[in-house]
């Protein structure tokens, strides 16, 4: 097989889709500090979804980006919470490397070949695929009107909303997802790790009312701010995801219920540490508030 994105190279590496530093904080801020996947709740992970993809080359390009980004914005914001993050050139280049293993993942891997696109996206995929992997590759300057919007998330421990999903902060700063998500008007390839949601532009008619502070630049910028917007079909879509995981997660059979409480009662000191002890409470919190 021929690295994708080169074109050039054979795959030789075992790429990670989500890249492995979110796995090892996930597992770090966990209360157990082991990981399970929605798709089958009844069985730990020990790591992120990953198989041959790219050439060691464009492996290691993308190993700079995620480098840099996990470093200067994620690790800043998980645990400091800072309500702006300054970002350099690299907050695009990882964004756009998410995004495209994303569609590639989504759209073109082996397990998905099978399964329909919604009608929206037939003959609209080549293109944002084939740019952003010129930008990545240093071909193309900017992704062009293939934008990125980012939203940094915490826990709602101080947002009051009318119906709130059970599990939206726990969703927000733990969750791992990606989809293809769109409407007649818009396409998006959605790619979430913890804290950060990204929207890559697939296309669009029209406009869409994402708020200027969560579109990364080229150069560098500022990510985030006290206010931050998105389209309401796409905050819809966001709850709706949320209610699907937590409804996943009800799956977990009384046997493997009783190994998570054990594991939870051989460290009581860690449970109550952990990130996912503090967003079960922000959820608990923002219910009682509804």
């Not at 996930?26 to 798709?39: C, D, E, I, Q």
């Not at 998410?98 to 399964?115: I, V």
């Not at 995981?245 to 939870?264: C, F, N, P, Y």
Request: charged share 25%.
């Amino acid at each position: 097989m021929i690295c994708p994105l080169c074109k050039t190279n054979p795959s030789s590496e075992n790429s990670h889709i989500i890249p492995a530093f979110v796995f090892r904080w996930l597992k770090k801020t966990s209360a157990t500090g082991h990981m399970r996947n929605v798709v089958n709740i009844n069985r730990r992970v020990q790591d992120g979804l990953k198989y041959a993809l790219l050439c060691g080359q464009c492996e290691d390009r993308f190993s700079i980006y995620e480098g840099v980004f996990a470093k200067t914005v994620f690790h800043p914001y998980a645990e400091r919470k800072m309500q702006t993050i300054p970002y350099d050139e690299n907050c695009l280049k990882f964004s756009v490397s998410l995004l495209w293993r994303a569609l590639h993942h989504l759209w073109l891997a082996d397990s998905h070949s099978d399964e329909p696109l919604q009608p929206e996206f037939d003959g609209r995929l080549t293109d944002p695929y084939q740019v952003w992997a010129d930008f990545l590759l240093d071909k193309a300057p900017h992704p062009g009107r293939f934008t990125v919007n980012v939203f940094p998330v915490d826990d709602l421990a101080s947002v009051t909303l009318p119906t709130p999903p059970k599990g939206l902060s726990q969703y927000y700063t733990g969750a791992v997802d990606m989809d293809l998500v769109c409407s007649p008007r818009c396409g998006y390839v959605y790619a979430k790790i913890p804290h950060f949601l990204f929207w890559g532009c697939v296309f669009l008619r029209g406009r869409e009312y994402f708020s200027k502070n969560t579109l990364i630049r080229v150069r560098r910028g500022t990510l985030g701010g006290p206010t931050m917007q998105m389209p309401q079909d796409l905050a819809r879509y966001i709850l709706n995801r949320c209610d699907l995981i937590d409804a996943k997660k009800s799956e977990m059979s009384e046997a493997q219920r009783e190994v998570l409480q054990k594991t939870l009662d051989r460290d009581l000191g860690r449970v109550q540490e952990s990130r996912s002890l503090k967003s079960a409470l922000a959820d608990h919190q923002v219910e009682n508030k509804s």
